[in-house]
């Protein structure tokens, strides 16, 4: 069946990079997404691609899609500590497009 | 610029109880779905509707049934609440194959 897979910890550094990477299993995706969950807040789509790209950016956010390994990663340029949040990768599969979650990556930005 | 509503932003109930979870989306989507959010978990895909009187099981659907009788409204109901249903619950709608709109999520406790 359909899997996604990320870490669930990241800690980086206010100022440095930070690098989320995911794995999905369904082939026939059509777009994939990052949300963002702050504490106590909804989910916010943060950014999508759609599958037959490599990358996009947006402003301090940069997706890659790796379709052959099917690996997509979430970088954030220069991280601010109101990045801190959990980051869910997810993908749109099967034929009614369900959207099949990550467990979550929880991203800690310190000083 | 209400788009998906859920009934509760936090429940309590006790063991046994028969529970009502309700959504509603004002922007006739087709597509309907419900999770529920546990940490390091990520959401899991409990039901989704693709029609009204449609219905499909999602990948945790036990314990769990859902009701759509109109377009707008997606019902999730525990018949017998048990502590293990303790979670967040968010619902979703869609109606093209890319985008989704998640309501504010209800917490519910159950003791």
């Known amino acids: 069946g359909e899997d996604v897979e990320q870490s669930l910890f990241l800690s980086v550094r206010e100022g440095d990079s930070s690098v989320i990477n995911c794995t999905y299993t369904d082939s026939s995706s059509t777009y994939l997404y990052w949300y963002k969950q702050e504490p106590g807040a909804g989910l916010q789509l943060l950014t999508y691609i759609f599958s037959n790209m490599d990358m996009k950016q947006d402003q301090r956010l940069t997706v890659l899609l790796n379709k052959k390994d099917k ?28 959207l099949i979650f990550g467990a979550g990556t929880r991203l800690a930005v310190h000083p | 610029d209400v788009k ?38 990520g959401l899991r895909l409990i039901y989704f509707s693709y029609d009204v009187k449609m219905k499909e099981k999602g990948d945790i659907p036990e314990g ?48």
């Open chain 1, 71 to 98: 690996h997509l990663s979430l970088r954030i340029a220069d991280t601010q500590t109101g990045d801190s949040a959990i980051y869910f990768c997810a993908e749109n599969s099967g034929g009614y497009n369900k």
């Open chain 2, 64 to 111: 769990y049934s859902v009701s759509r009788e109109k377009k707008e409204r997606f019902s999730l109901i525990l018949e017998s609440a048990s502590t293990n249903q303790t979670s967040m619950y968010l619902c979703a709608s869609s109606l093209s194959n890319w985008q989704y709109d998640f309501g504010p999520g209800t917490r519910l406790t159950v003791t």
């Open chain 2, 4 to 41: 998906v509503t859920q009934s509760s932003r936090y429940l309590v109930k006790r063991t046994g109880e028969k529970v009502f979870l309700e959504c509603v989306q004002d922007m006739d989507h087709e597509n309907m779905f419900w999770y529920r959010q546990d940490p390091g978990l």
